[in-house]
């Protein structure tokens, strides 16, 4: 079949004698473009025009605040979209098209289509103002009394609505820091120790999952998840997730593919697929296995046994041991998409489209305001979770959406479960614990942990994000 190199001739419109001056150009000088132009096929230049529009002409943001862009948009066809900031220093759009704001000022927002055989695309002036939140926190030590023995334990209590995310260290899936820094970096008012991590050894990837401004940055598959949505409320769930992807528009074999894990070392050798997303670093950290590289939706670069670069603008595949298989569905300037779907434990789907912030650990402590306590259920076998007394964090929601985030220097899960009972939980899981456990608020520590460590939820009135 035909092909040309036109990856940039439908970015461009020419007219009058330019026009026809670039029409007369042969194959052959086409042919003597740069080879970063991907070859598209010549139906590519009889795409089918998609219409995108937004509700307003115009968005606007205040600094506390993210836009769930790709949720108000509507399209004329089911496509995959694309999205640029004409200026990033006032406000950066992820890869599910969620608004970041960074600074006060004015830019574009461009939704683009990403389909080799769709086009279209939507200019959005946003303008980002000072932020408004006025949240208050309150820290407190309650006493609450488990079967005779009093625990003295330390919360801080969030109103419902508080910004909230996921704080990385050194902002990045795989680095360690002590907690208050990480809650400084973000401009946390209030901050809590997060998912379990690789604490004793080699890269210090998550074990839990963590998603950060609507984006998986990092699956677990284990134990219990809370999130926090668009609207300001939480959901608490066995969360599982899977990520399925599309080779130019199709996610059949032989063009589908998928992944196991995001942003996750995999061992070298053995069966892996792994996403590495730009929250993960400049790079993915290791040198080994077949990496495909995409950039804007589209593959720009494939490799093996090399450290690969993660673009801004897109997401490296990694490919081991067995899976390199996986590796030869892709060429580049094939077109690329992937879905993510949510399920229990159970296998039931669950809508969590509408959770910007997540992270996951366990076990689940209570479940609407009772006792539900097992460990084992959701996965966990060490003694430390199943028998143990030790130092844990946690929190809870209550009935109005109140936000409750406690440590208490030794309970066992079971009287973790009833404590949270006795602070008004209407919803409560465990994090991580141990030398892990750690609370910050108003710039000050107030369970340190003992031990550098990788992620923390936090809430902020202006969130650097």
């Keep these: 079949m035909r092909q040309k190199w036109i990856h940039a001739i439908r970015k461009i419109t020419l007219t009058g004698t330019a026009a026809a001056l670039f029409l007369s150009l042969s194959l052959t000088d086409l042919g003597t473009m740069s080879r970063s132009f991907a070859p598209i096929d010549t139906a590519a230049a009889a795409a089918k025009q998609v219409t995108i529009t937004y509700p307003t002409s115009t968005a606007a943001l205040t600094l506390d605040k993210r836009l769930p862009l790709a949720s108000k948009l509507k399209l004329s066809a089911d496509v995959a979209l694309r999205y640029e900031s004409g200026n990033s220093a006032v406000a950066r759009v992820n890869s599910n098209g969620v608004v970041i704001p960074v600074a006060a000022g004015t ?15 939507l200019k959005l002036p946003l303008t980002v103002k000072a932020s408004s939140a006025a949240y208050k926190v309150t820290t407190a030590v ?66 839990g999952t ?8 990092h699956i ?28 130019n528009g199709s996610y059949n074999s032989p063009n589908n593919w998928y992944v196991y894990f995001v942003n996750r070392t995999p061992t070298k050798g053995a069966a892996s697929a792994v996403m590495f997303t730009p929250k993960r670093g400049a790079n993915v950290g290791f040198s080994y296995g077949k990496a495909v590289t995409v950039r804007k939706g589209v593959v720009t670069k494939t490799g093996s046994n090399a450290n690969a670069d993660i673009p801004k603008d897109g997401y490296v595949l990694v490919f081991t041991g067995s899976e390199e298989k996986l590796a030869s569905r892709f060429k580049v300037g ?15 789907a669950i809508d969590w489209s509408g959770v910007h912030t997540a992270i996951g650990a366990g076990p689940r402590l209570v479940k609407d305001g009772q006792l539900a306590v097992d460990p084992a259920k959701e996965g966990f076998s060490s003694p430390k979770i199943l ?20 440590t208490v220097p030794g309970a066992t899960i079971k009287q973790w479960g009833y404590i949270m009972l006795g602070l008004g939980a209407n919803q409560a899981m465990n994090l991580d614990g141990g030398a892990s456990s750690g609370l910050y608020a108003s710039g000050k520590m107030i369970t340190t942990p003992g031990r550098l460590i990788s992620n923390t939820l936090l809430f902020s009135n202006n969130p650097k994000w």
Excluded: C
Aim: charged letters at 20%; zero cysteines.
């Design 210 to 217: 963590v998603i950060s401004d609507g984006v998986v940055e």
């Design 220 to 247: 677990g598959n284990t134990g219990t998840s809370v999130g926090f949505k668009w609207d300001g409320s939480a959901v608490m769930d066995t969360l599982r997730i899977k990520v399925r992807g599309a080779t």
């Design 334 to 348: 094939t077109f690329v998409d992937y879905k993510v779907t949510f399920n229990n434990a159970a296998g039931q």
């Design 142 to 207: 309650k006493k609450v009394k488990v079967s005779g023995k009093t625990f003295s334990v330390q919360t801080v209590t969030i109103p419902k609505g508080m910004p909230v995310t996921a704080g990385l260290a050194g902002r990045r899936v795989g680095a360690v820091q002590q907690l208050a820094d990480i809650g400084k970096s973000y401009r946390a008012v209030a901050a809590i120790n997060g998912t379990y991590f690789e604490a004793y050894g080699g890269v210090p990837d998550p074990y």
């Design 387 to 406: 028998t143990d007394s030790g130092a844990r964090s946690g929190i809870a929601i209550k009935k109005d959406g109140t936000v409750i985030l406690a």
């Design 107 to 121: 830019t574009n927002i461009w939704v683009h289509v990403a389909s080799a055989d769709y086009t279209g695309s």
